[in-house]
């Protein structure tokens, strides 16, 4: 597509429930990023996958969360057993790989609210 | 590990005011750096971004921003601006070369009156 797809766009869920957030990135994108903004918190690096090397788990905040890339092309994030504290707006952001990056281009992100 | 920060959290500036936004990041060898834009209800969007060259890099909608390696910074300029300047703008660096994550900084409130 013509730019990278998040859904949901929001997302209300109960403390305890598992929620699922799904990234389109762009075609030919090797390189995709979630990250989790917060208000006042800036950008919160989360995970990275680079082609089919082995993601860069290194942001997660627990063993809560878990993503996957599947066909080197879309993504979900998982976060299990979700806590009020998860509450924020999930961004994924896709790129050309490697040496070949010029920019990030982001999602809407997915706003998640857990109540 | 790299770092970004950006002193000015919150910025009220009347229109036509001039705007220079702070960004210094700590890193010792060749970085790439990047200013985006969220405006309200929108996705983040880049304004302008720095690989190599001229450290003067101008970007879209008459913002520039200038490299000094000495003081690691890549602060962001407009000389006159205006009510739809009104934004979130972050600061980002990345190591240059290979796959490097990008660092956001936590980014500066601009709110411009009409």
């Known amino acids: 597509g013509a730019g990278v797809s998040q859904s949901p766009s929001n997302k209300v869920t109960e403390k305890g429930k598992d929620v699922e957030l799904r990234c389109d990135p762009i075609s030919g994108h090797t390189a995709l990023y979630w990250y989790r903004q917060s208000l006042g918190q800036g950008l919160e690096f989360l995970i990275y996958?680079?082609?089919?090397?082995?993601?860069?788990k290194s942001g997660l905040p627990s063993d809560r969360f878990s993503a996957e890339r599947t066909g080197g092309s879309v993504s979900t994030l998982t976060i299990q057993r979700t806590q009020q504290e998860d509450s924020a707006v999930y961004l994924c952001a896709s790129s050309l790989g490697g040496d070949r990056v010029a920019g990030y281009t982001f999602g809407s992100g997915t706003r998640l609210t857990v109540v | 590990a790299q770092s970004v920060s950006q002193h000015n959290h919150h910025v009220i500036l009347s229109e036509a005011a001039s705007l220079e936004l702070g960004c210094n990041y700590s890193y010792g060898g060749t970085v790439n750096l990047f200013w985006y834009v969220q405006y309200p209800g929108q996705h983040l969007q880049l304004l302008l971004k720095?690989?190599?060259?001229?450290?003067l890099v101008k970007g879209i909608k008459g913002f520039e921003a200038e490299f000094i390696k000495s003081k690691f910074s890549f602060n962001l300029r407009k000389p006159s601006v205006q009510w739809s300047d009104t934004a979130e703008y972050f600061c980002a660096v990345k190591p240059a070369g290979g796959s490097y994550i990008p660092t956001f900084g936590r980014g500066t409130s601009l709110i411009v009156h009409p």
């Open positions: 996958f680079q082609g089919n090397s082995a993601p860069d």
């Open positions: 720095y690989f190599s060259g001229d450290p």
